[in-house]
């Protein structure tokens, strides 16, 4: 059964996800302090007991929890055991772009990745606007409005796998498992959110607007009749 807890504070999340981490890998990395190992160690362990304390908290399988708990584990891997750097750059620009090509295919599929992920019942009144769509004809309509939308959601992914590749092939350059590694890789979490992050956002709202102003065209439903709230 899902929780009905509360979410915590987002300023909250990031800033035992992005910006205690970061200052660890930047502050305590040198080898008079707690060094590359234990500084990398300490780094990882306050989002992966952030991503851990959600999934318990929700108790269920939240995928891009799950996803994120896996971004956080490769990058200590590859810390851990020493890769080229390279491989950080990879990892980066993978998650998102695999992401991309899921939610691309699915716009072959009869259910666009779209439809699950916000024309979701426990967001929306699902029924009153299939309802509205029936009443009005315009349902095959807006059906080709959520392939375009699953595309447009496709395109914000693979922004996010270019960005990412990118900013980890520009800064992160020293081996990994010596302190300037880990000083780039704090570099690299800090602004990975205002050069990758919020334009993904950005992208992603546009998406949510393109199928808002088609549920209030085609549905005639305004937001807040649209909206579970």
Do not use: C
Not at 189 to 210: D, E, R
């Amino acid at each position: 059964m899902q929780s009905t807890s509360p979410r915590p504070s987002p300023w909250l999340e990031l800033l035992v996800t992005l910006l205690i981490p970061a200052l660890i890998l930047m502050q305590l990395s040198d080898p008079q302090r707690l060094g590359p190992l234990y500084a990398l160690l300490l780094a990882l362990a306050f989002p992966l007991t952030w991503g851990l304390r959600e999934l318990l908290a929700r108790r269920g399988v939240n995928f891009f929890a799950v996803l994120g708990l896996i971004s956080i584990l490769l990058t200590g891997g590859i810390g851990l055991i020493e890769l080229d750097a390279r491989w950080l750059a990879a990892k980066e620009a993978a998650i998102p772009g695999v992401l991309g090509l899921i939610v691309v295919g699915s716009a072959f599929t009869r259910r666009p990745l779209v439809r699950l992920i916000l024309m979701n019942p426990a967001l929306m009144h699902v029924e009153r606007i299939q309802e509205n769509l029936i009443a009005r004809g315009n349902l095959a309509v807006f059906e080709t409005r959520l392939r375009a939308a699953t595309w447009m959601l496709g395109g914000a992914f693979f922004f996010s796998s270019v960005m990412n590749y990118l900013l980890a092939t520009w800064i992160v350059v020293s081996p990994a498992g010596s302190p300037e590694f880990n000083e780039e890789l704090g570099r690299l979490t800090l602004l990975s959110y205002p050069v990758i992050a919020l334009p993904s956002m950005l992208m992603m709202a546009a998406v949510l607007y393109y199928l808002t102003r088609a549920i209030r065209e085609l549905a005639g439903l305004q937001w807040t009749q649209a909206l579970r709230v």
